[in-house]
Structure formats: structure tokens, C-alpha cells
T-cell receptor, first 117, second 113 residues
Framework: EPEVTQTPSHQVTQMGQEVILRCVPISNHLYFYWYRQILGQKVEFLVSFYNNEISEKSEIFDDQFSVERPDGSNFTLKIRSTKLEDSAMYFCASSERVSRGYQETQYFGPGTRLLVL | AQSVTQLDSQVPVFEEAPVELRCNYSSSVSVYLFWYVQYPNQGLQLLLK??????LVKGINGFEAEFNKSQTSFHLRKPSVHISDTAEYFC???????????FGTGTRLTIIP
């Protein structure tokens, strides 16, 4: 069964450094998402992406964050200058499409655990 | 705005006993409801979803959930749990025209042999 993959599984970085989290969505999916979960807290929506542009972003997704689909398979989340509070599990998800009046299933990857020291 | 409350952070259950994991939501518009499961060191896997129609939804691994609009609940149930059901369970909501998922804080289900 096709699945969403994410690399790396764990990332440790120093505060102020840039990190890039990588995701390979399911191949025929058109919508891509990033969510994060700070330890002990809720899974939170960060951003959705369709047709090479951001379709929606949360207030968490400030200027330090960016997303990109650099080629036909990868979907990346970049944090320009990491802060301690960016430490979290980051989940990538993809769905086949979004149809008006119908919620497509979002398929999630295993996550990248980011630790900022 | 929409939100999800999972009332129990941890639920220990004896093997082969029934279990109910509670989920309540709030939203000003019609909602779609989901339960996801996260096994150790794995991603979030969809257990079941309610979009419309029958309020009793059956999912994978013998789980089911019932949408109750008057009580704004979507509790997850299984009549007999197995050791393999040990995992974190997340309730989530989205709404018409807005595909982002809003999650609850999760319930850790522990099965006692």
C-alpha cells in the first residue's frame, strides 16, 4: 500500500540554525499538509499546499517557515532560524484531492522529531 | 472556529474487555469527524470517518464510532480489545470547505494482559 514517507526520523539542531524536513507524499496525491505536535500537546495544522502554492496556513506558520515542492516527488518544510519552541514532531500528510462537499482522507507520514537545543 | 476535546488522556483496559474513548467537538458549521490511531514509532493511520449519512460508522480493526449531533460527540468503541490495540488515538474534525484537521490531545490506550 502506498504511504507517505518522511526524512529524517530525528533531527537535532542548534537554536538559530536552518532545518529542512522532507516528505514524499503518495504519488497521485495533489494536496499536501504539514502538522506538528509539541510534546504532550495537540497535533496542530501548519500549512496546506496545492498547485505549487500555499492554500491555507495557520498563525503558527510565520515568516520563519516555508514550504516547497522542489520536484515531482518531494515536499519540504524549511525552518529558517530555529527556536527552542520549534521542538516538536512534524507530520506530513497528503490527500488525493479536495472536492467541494467531500472530505478526502489525509494520509500521514511517520513524522520527524525535531529537537532544538 | 472548531475544537476537539478528548476527555481521557490515558485509558487502561484489560484484554478482551470493551473500551470507549470519548471525543467531543465544537463547531459553528457542519463537521466531518475522524479517528486516527498512532502505533509506536509510526504515523497517524485513519481508523474511521464520518462524513454524512448513517451516524454509526465502522472502521478498521473492529472499531466503530457514533456521531451524536445533539451531544456533539463522536465516541470510539470496540467490544473486545487486543494487545495489538495499544496505541495513541486521536479524534479530529474538519468542516465543509475547510480541509485542515483540528485534532484533540489524544488518548493513550493501554491493554492489560
Amino acid at each position: 500500500e502506498p504511504e507517505v514517507t518522511q526524512t529524517p526520523s530525528h533531527q537535532v539542531t542548534q537554536m538559530g540554525q536552518e532545518v529542512i524536513l522532507r516528505c514524499v507524499p503518495i504519488s497521485n496525491h495533489l494536496y499536501f499538509y504539514w502538522y506538528r505536535q509539541i510534546l504532550g500537546q495537540k497535533v496542530e495544522f501548519l500549512v496546506s499546499f496545492y498547485n505549487n502554492e500555499i492554500s491555507e496556513k495557520s498563525e503558527i506558520f510565520d515568516d520563519q517557515f516555508s514550504v516547497e515542492r522542489p520536484d515531482g516527488s518531494n515536499f519540504t518544510l524549511k525552518i529558517r532560524s530555529t527556536k527552542l519552541e520549534d521542538s516538536a514532531m512534524y507530520f506530513c500528510a497528503s490527500s488525493e484531492r479536495v472536492s467541494r462537499g467531500y472530505q478526502e482522507t489525509q494520509y500521514f507520514g511517520p513524522g520527524t522529531r525535531l529537537l532544538v537545543l | 472556529a472548531q475544537s476537539v476535546t478528548q476527555l481521557d488522556s490515558q485509558v487502561p483496559v484489560f484484554e478482551e474487555a470493551p473500551v470507549e474513548l470519548r471525543c467531543n467537538y465544537s463547531s459553528s458549521v457542519s463537521v466531518y469527524l475522524f479517528w486516527y490511531v498512532q502505533y509506536p514509532n509510526q504515523g497517524l493511520q485513519l481508523l474511521l470517518k464520518y462524513l454524512s449519512g448513517s451516524t454509526l460508522v465502522k472502521g478498521i480493526n473492529g472499531f466503530e464510532a457514533e456521531f451524536n449531533k445533539s451531544q456533539t460527540s463522536f465516541h470510539l468503541r470496540k467490544p473486545s480489545v487486543h494487545i495489538s490495540d495499544t496505541a495513541e488515538y486521536f479524534c479530529a474534525v474538519s468542516s465543509f470547505g475547510n480541509e485542515k484537521l483540528t485534532f484533540g490531545t489524544g488518548t493513550r490506550l493501554t491493554i492489560i494482559p
